[in-house]
């Protein structure tokens, strides 16, 4: 018997009085209890606000992105016994890397990101300052910070680890606490896992608990800075988000709930082009990968009406050799549901979509699964069904969670979108064309019921995804029916923990919040040439101002001629005046850039290492033989990259004679010290 804990306010806590029990999905047999009534809620959403929030928000982005790193790489060690757990909740060796490594690997991307994309301190920044007055006195922009509550993240039994992992990842890279309440059908998976994450010692203490079993009033005691993040059914989404403290407080909700997502051959796909073999096998793939249990799996199978018959036959010859089964005997290809329940609920479902569609393949009658073991758990056989599109209702609006699809003819692509759309609202659409003007359209039809559509054909088959997997680095959610949530999504789903705000004031102040140059800030008054200050000693703002060059008519005909940039404008005196934008032959803008390096460079062997980029960069007025350049260098923006060196991004102004800037960027530079 697995004694499920839950690890609050810093202890392990047995289950106890109103505990759930477990089933094992292959046997049926009860194999663990979860829940204990004793939980104090209030302590421990006290102990995720005042012991875990501080320390991790006093971490800074790159300390938590490490963190989150040093989690992955110690769960890759441990993924052997989170698998052999994982046969009890029903699932095939692939099913459960699914959920294991799909949850691994969306660690390790969060920590990279949080490497990459975001500030080693200091705020995030959500797009660039923006001006209200002529003289640039005043002006604003938005940050974002982490909340400074607790994030109450409540998961669907399919993904016990994945569920966890995708929703923790962003969270602590923002520096909120999670409290993760897994279903408890399969809680003993993410338990096990919460337990290694424990072990690897890098999480502070309070900045991860886990409730098995029932929240008890936490909902309840919910305030203004916690979140809730949803994955489940409908009804109990609902009910969920009706409460009152939750209405109260504006609690954050994101839900992702039931989906009817849909995957569309496309009109070109003929049953010969690789593009319709490419099809079954999505859409046989997503029907039996965790025995239909996934959220993104394709429910509704929309074919053009002449291939209807054609996809049929090829999807059940495909579906005809699946042996569903116990995942541990030899050629078994698709387990058992999570449990009995989930089986019953499946079937009904299943019974409503019948009463108005044809059942074409598969079905319980003459079902039997492999294994001796097999006898009670909570098998259900592949249901294929083909339907009428229009007339059909039940099957727009019923979810049967596990491997039961229907076929549907479409006449045209804005038909096919309009069955779609049936589904108010969508995890995921697939298209499987080789044809841009059908993606196109497609995809104009499609998004706006839909958090994700996603393009397949034979150009990007071999390195594609899957319908069915959210990427970490893409929007995961959907409108309407799905919940109206988005997971995911980079560095986006970073900000669903974080409180936007707008900031307004001078140049200065608003430098000074941000840690970042802001144009009309005063200079920092610094000695000597910036190139000779070693990463350390940089300090944002310390600016240098070159001595000024004059660009002659001889120096833009020698760049034209070394460089082989002949074109017209440079060289051509009546052909350049023709042009509207050019009073006559001017100086190419990358003779402006070489000549601004001239004049702003320190030549000495010095801190400054390489130069390793450019950006924003925008040409404003021309320079014309007989202007005169120069040069304002302006430490931008600074930040570490490893313990030796660090990336300076300077704002680079070339002014003429007149002071007028004539161009502008940043400068990227890797910096020692
Ligand atoms: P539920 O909505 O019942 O449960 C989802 C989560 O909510 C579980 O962790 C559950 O815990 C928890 N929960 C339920 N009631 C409460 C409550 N009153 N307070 C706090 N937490 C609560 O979904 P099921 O797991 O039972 O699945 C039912 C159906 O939902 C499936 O058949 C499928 O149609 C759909 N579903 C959709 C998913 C998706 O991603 N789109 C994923 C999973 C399911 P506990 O398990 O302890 O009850």
């Given at each position: 018997m697995i004694e499920v804990g839950s690890y609050v306010g810093g202890v392990w806590m047995a289950p106890g009085e109103g505990a759930r029990d477990i089933h094992?999905?292959?046997?049926?047999?009860?194999?663990g209890r979860a829940g204990n009534a004793a939980l104090d809620a209030g302590a421990m959403l006290e102990h995720g606000r005042r012991v875990g929030g501080p320390v991790l928000r006093a971490m800074g982005f790159k300390a938590r992105a490490k963190m989150l790193k040093a989690l992955a790489l110690h769960l890759s060690g441990q993924k052997e016994a989170l698998y052999e757990l994982s046969y009890t909740t029903g699932g095939t060796a692939v099913d459960h890397m699914i959920d294991v490594d799909g949850g691994i690997g969306t660690l390790f991307v969060y920590a990279s990101k949080g490497v990459k994309e975001l500030p080693e301190d200091g705020p995030l920044l959500d797009g660039d300052v923006e001006f209200?007055?002529?003289?640039?006195s005043f002006g604003g922009r938005h940050i974002c910070v982490p909340l400074q509550g607790v994030a109450v993240h409540i998961n669907a039994f399919n993904f016990p680890v994945w569920g966890m992992l995708e929703k923790i990842a962003p969270c602590l890279l923002a520096g909120v606490p999670a409290i993760v309440k897994p279903a408890t059908a399969t809680a003993h998976v993410t338990e096990a896992c919460v337990r290694m994450m424990l072990e690897a010692g890098v999480l502070p203490e309070g900045a991860l608990q886990l409730v098995t079993g029932g929240l008890g009033d936490t909902l309840e005691r919910l305030g203004p800075q916690d979140v809730v993040t949803f994955t489940g059914s409908a009804e109990t989404a609902l009910k969920l988000r009706g409460t009152p403290a939750l209405l109260r407080n504006s609690v954050r909700f994101t839900a992702e709930q039931d989906s009817l997502n849909a995957s569309i051959l496309g009109p070109d796909a003929g049953p010969d082009s690789p593009e319709f073999d490419l099809f079954v096998k999505e859409v046989h793939r997503e029907m039996t990968a965790k025995a239909g249990q996934k959220c993104t799996a394709i429910r509704r199978i929309l074919v053009p009406e002449a291939q209807v018959d054609a996809v049929i036959e090829a999807v059940s010859a495909r579906l005809a050799k699946t042996t569903v089964g116990?995942?541990?005997?030899?050629?078994?290809?698709m387990g058992a549901l999570v449990s009995a329940a989930q089986a019953a609920d499946v079937l009904e479902k299943a019974a409503i979509i019948g009463s108005e569609a044809e059942l074409v393949f598969g079905g319980m009658d003459g079902f039997a699964p492999l294994g001796e073991r097999a006898t009670g758990g909570a098998f259900v056989a592949p249901h294929l069904f083909r339907a009428d599109p229009d007339s059909a209702q039940r099957v727009h609006d019923t979810e049967a969670f596990g491997p039961v699809s229907t076929v549907m003819g479409y006449r045209d692509m804005a038909h096919a979108c309009e069955i779609a759309a049936r589904g108010q609202g969508s995890l995921v659409a697939s298209v499987i064309t080789h044809d841009p003007a059908v993606a196109r359209e497609a995809v104009m039809g499609l998004a706006p019921w839909h958090g994700r559509v996603y393009l397949n054909d034979r150009v990007s088959m071999k390195e594609s995804t899957g319908h069915g997997a959210p990427m970490p680095h893409m929007v995961h959610g959907g409108p309407g029916r799905a919940g109206g949530g988005e997971e995911l999504g980079g560095i986006r789903a970073v900000t669903h923990y974080m409180q936007r705000t707008a900031v307004q004031g001078s140049p200065e102040m608003l430098r000074a919040v941000s840690g970042v140059q802001v144009k009309g800030a005063p200079e920092v008054v610094s000695e000597g040439h910036p190139f000779r200050r070693k990463f350390g000693e940089l300090e944002v703002g310390q600016v240098l101002q070159t001595a000024s060059r004059e660009i002659t008519l001889e120096d833009i005909e020698h760049f034209a001629e070394f460089t082989g940039d002949t074109f017209y404008a440079h060289m051509n005196e009546e052909a350049a005046a023709r042009n509207p934008f050019f009073p006559g032959r001017v100086a190419h803008g990358y003779l402006l850039l070489s000549f601004a390096a001239g004049l702003f460079v320190?030549?000495?062997?010095?801190?400054?290492?390489?130069?390793?980029g450019l950006e924003g960069l925008a040409f404003m007025q021309p320079v014309v033989p007989g202007d005169s350049i120069s040069v304002r260098l302006t430490v931008a923006s600074k930040k570490r990259r490893t313990a030796e060196h660090g990336e300076v991004r300077w704002a680079v102004e070339i002014t003429n004679q007149e002071g007028a800037t004539v161009a502008e960027y940043e400068l990227l530079t890797m910096v020692a010290g």
């Open positions: 094992d999905a292959i046997t049926g047999a009860r194999i209200f007055g002529k003289a640039g116990d995942p541990r005997e030899e050629g078994v290809r320190d030549p000495e062997e010095g801190p400054v290492l390489a130069n390793t």
